[in-house]
């Protein structure tokens, strides 16, 4: 299906790969070695005409497939919808430390073109914003368009006590469920990868790679994302060739859990553009 490859799972990380006990409807689980890791997806079911486009969602730092599902289901009413998780996080393999920016990019961009993935649409959050910039920078023809949500790190929160702080107040706006769907990511990363990563985004710096962002690029934030201020994310958006900037009515930062609905009708208006 999709010209995605289902292996066996080896033990080729400190941990292995690990298949999901529960899939949404409408979707498969695939297991694609690269690099020695097993990156661990969601690759939706229904079939499309060829001409169909295709999406892949990206995860942020303390997070993985289960808070993208939501809009993963919407969009794939429309969409041939692939949900990657890097090596680190969900069900992937697990490394003994965690991937810098760059590695998960090139395992990402690696992982599309195992699977024969042709200059998909990328979408991503948070965290996940700052590897999917260093891959279509990196990678031009990797992507179509780029959706960015609630990209990090602002530098004027640049330490992991003060991105903790916005966390808890965004907390406020988030809906009943995602603290379970948090505790369940964390347990599946262990503390040494999760302690790591979030070093990792804020020691990341998403404004060297921007500039070299060719595709076109919609850049949004939640309207009450204290990760992703408003200031900062338009400063994202400035400094892409091709991007404009977009604010999500009633939005959280982790949009595509708590604004699923709207999250997605502003996703197919950009790629029908």
Not at 1 to 23: C, Y
Not at 28 to 38: A, K, L, Q, Y
Not at 75 to 96: D, I, R, Y
């Amino acid at each position: 299906m999709h010209g995605v490859s289902v292996i066996t799972t080896q033990d080729i990380d400190s941990r292995s790969a690990s298949k999901p006990d529960v899939l949404p409807d409408g979707f498969d689980s695939s297991f694609t070695p690269v690099r020695g890791h097993e990156v661990h997806a969601l690759v939706s079911k229904k079939a499309f005409e060829q001409s169909r486009q295709q999406i892949i969602l990206m995860h942020g730092a303390t997070a993985s497939r289960r808070y993208l599902v939501p809009t993963a289901l919407l969009l794939a009413q429309h969409l041939e919808v692939f949900v990657p998780e890097m090596p680190g996080h969900g069900a992937s393999s697990k490394p003994a430390h965690a991937l810098k920016v760059e590695e998960q990019a090139d395992i990402i961009y690696e992982w599309t073109q195992l699977n024969n993935l042709k200059a998909p649409n990328v979408f991503a959050n948070s965290y996940g914003c700052q590897i999917a910039a260093a891959m279509t920078a990196k990678y031009p023809d990797v992507a179509k368009k780029l959706i960015l949500t609630g990209p990090t790190c602002d530098p004027a929160a640049a330490t992991v006590w003060q991105q903790f702080l916005r966390l808890h107040e965004d907390g406020k706006h988030e809906p009943p469920g995602s603290q379970m769907q948090l505790f369940a990511d964390l347990a599946d990363m262990g503390w040494t990868i999760t302690f790591e990563t979030v070093h990792e985004m804020v020691d990341n710096d998403i404004q060297q790679v921007l500039s070299q962002i060719s595709c076109p690029t919609l850049v949004m934030r939640g309207e009450f994302d204290t990760i992703a201020p408003e200031v900062w994310t338009q400063r994202v958006a400035s400094e892409i060739p091709n991007a404009i900037f977009k604010m999500i009515p009633g939005g959280s930062h982790s949009v595509n859990f708590a604004n699923p609905a709207i999250l997605t009708k502003m996703i197919l208006e950009f790629l029908a553009t």
